[in-house]
Structures are given as C-alpha cells and as structure tokens.
C-alpha cells in the first residue's frame, strides 16, 4: 500500500508524541522535527507508510540516544492485556465455535496500537469495550471460511504479530492453531509499541511457539529488509498471518497463495484502501478483492 497526503499529519503527530516520551528536551524536540519534516519533504509516496515510520523513530533514537521510547507503555499494554485475557478467556476455551471467538478477539485487539493514536489514548475501558463488541460485530463469513479452510490444510504457519499487548490475544488464537506448527515474527527491534522477542516473551509467546524476529526496526514488514532465514520462513510457511497495519501496508501487494490479513480498520486512508468502514474488523486474503 502506497502513502497518501492523509498520512502526512499522523506523521507527524507520530514523531512528535515519540520524542516528547523519548526526551522532556525542548530543544531536542525541535532539533528532531526539523530533521523529520526535511526528511518528508524528499519521501516518496509511492513507498508505504511503514516507512516514513522507520525513518522518524531512527531520527529520534540518534537524537535522543533513547533506543525505546515506548518501552513502560508496551509493558502496560502487556500487563492490561493478560489481565482482559484472563477474565475473556473463558467466553472463548468454552465455546464450540471457539476458533472464531478468539480470532475476533485477536482482531479487536489490534486496537492497541499508539502508532494510530495520540499518546495516552490507549486505556482499559475503552480495550475492554472493544473486545466485547468483537464477540459479536459483523465478519465477513466467507474470508474466516477460507482462512480456516487454509488454516486446516496447513502443515506450517508464520504468523506476524503487530503490537504489544495484542499479541497476548494473538497468543488465544495460536493456542488453537496447533501450536506446534506456528512460527511466530515480532519486530527485530524496538519501534512505537510494536511487539519484540522481550514482548513475546513476557506473555509466554516464546513458551507456546517457536518465535523469531523479522530482523528489522520498521513498524511493518518490508521483505527486503528481512533476513534470509525470515524470508524463507515467509515464503515457505503453508499460511501467512498478517496482523495489523503496519504489515498490510507493507505486504498487501504481495500475492503469494495463502497469505491473510487480520487486522482493525483504524483510519480513514487505510478503509479507503481496505473498501471497509473505519472500525471494521478485517480478514482478507491476498488478492482478495
């Protein structure tokens, strides 16, 4: 997915609420939005967001010396997460229609996401009213169809992560994959509160399934920036999980046979994209239309 003019203010709206928790510094804020709007200047909008994103917070960790601004906020969201988990946990383990169940909740919870929001704007009221109007807002039956039917077929699986927290009700949802034949891809390194091996870590990822990291600090999942081993991976996985925005935005040109996005519609340029409304809850299969 190309950038659009729309994405302009989220950029730098992003910058700045990173650089304010990297550094109480008003001059180094300064110093790091002029660096950053020179460096929109020159970007191309053919390239998806992702990596305008990557280049901000590389600005910001050589200004400030600060490698992971949202580190106490990722930890929170971990924290907030499990404890939602365990009380949602049983309207799914219960359940007859249980896969679904915990697909809509991984899907909601993609709501946790400060890249998309100011800072702040994530807190447990608001997470919890999403994961209970998942269990039951409108889902395209026949994508889930064709992604259960693939996920049946299937002898391996990569599954792509998106942000801390979320990836404890990733973690609901690998639980009923099968979890021996799940690879797990986080983040090679810190970038907005997108999940790293210390995330996965901390909310037992590493315990349920083998995890690996796409070797990369852009907040998506550029292939060509990958390791070879991730790239393999990648290619030779019977299914791809997608999740998120940030790696719709950079693989939704991809075309390769079983690979699905799950994600939150949380703006407007990415639903006009999508052809959904802002809030729709997503399963798209490559090429889909």
Do not use: W
Request: aromatic letters at 4%.
């Amino acid at each position: 997915m190309r950038s659009y003019l729309d994405c302009t203010p989220c950029f730098v709206r992003q910058a700045l609420d990173a650089v304010r928790k990297a550094t109480g510094d008003v001059a180094v804020h300064e110093r790091v939005m002029r660096r950053v709007l020179a460096e929109l200047a020159r970007f191309s909008f053919e390239q998806p967001p992702p990596v305008m994103g990557c280049c901000i917070h590389r600005i910001i960790r050589e200004q400030t010396g600060n490698a992971d601004p949202y580190r106490e906020a990722k930890a929170a969201s971990n924290r907030l997460a499990l404890k939602l988990a365990g009380e949602l946990e049983s309207k799914v383990g219960g359940a007859a229609n249980g896969f679904q169940r915990a697909l809509r909740l991984a899907l909601a919870a993609n709501v946790i996401d400060l890249g998309a929001k100011a800072a702040g704007d994530v807190d447990e009221a608001a997470v919890k009213a999403e994961l209970v109007r998942a269990l039951t807002a409108p889902l395209d039956a026949a994508a889930v169809g064709r992604l259960r039917s693939a996920l049946d077929a299937a002898e391996s699986v990569l599954y792509l992560t998106d942000n801390a927290g979320e990836i404890v009700f990733d973690r609901l949802l690998i639980e009923r994959l099968a979890p021996r034949r799940v690879t797990v891809g986080v983040r090679g390194a810190p970038v907005i509160n997108d999940a790293t091996m210390e995330d996965a870590e901390a909310v037992g990822l590493t315990d349920l399934a083998e995890v690996i990291t796409n070797g990369s600090a852009t907040p998506g999942t550029v292939l060509s920036e990958c390791p070879p081993e991730f790239r393999r991976c990648f290619e030779r996985a019977d299914v791809v999980i997608s999740k998120g925005q940030g790696n719709y935005e950079t693989l939704s040109t991809e075309r390769r046979p079983g690979l699905f996005f799950l994600l939150r519609a949380k703006c407007l340029v990415l639903a006009r994209d999508l052809g959904c409304e802002m809030g729709d809850l997503v399963v798209r299969e490559a090429g889909a239309d």
